[in-house]
């Protein structure tokens, strides 16, 4: 997995897999994620959105019809810290 150090991304669109981001901020960003590895070392989020494809949607599809997970959580706003909400 390549790591990604001390970049703060701005009004960009982030592909998430395969990427270990480390002292990262994200500010207004739309972040994608495919399903694959990836991985946050103190980070932080602002005003981000997350967009799901591929078997990460999958997943997320399989949650909501079981109502595990809450739709406004997978697909609503990000906010600083590891918790997506």
Known sequence: MET???VTFSDATVD???LL???CKFDH???RYAG???GFHNYAFRE???QLSGPARNTANL???FEIAD???LYGPLNSGPVIH
């Open 71 to 73: 739709e406004r959580k």
């Open 29 to 31: 960003c739309v972040l």
């Open 36 to 38: 694959g590895q990836f």
């Open 16 to 18: 998430l897999d395969g």
């Open 63 to 65: 949650l909501l019809s």
């Open 4 to 6: 990604v150090e001390n």
């Open 48 to 50: 981000c959105t997350l």
């Open 21 to 23: 981001f480390v002292d």
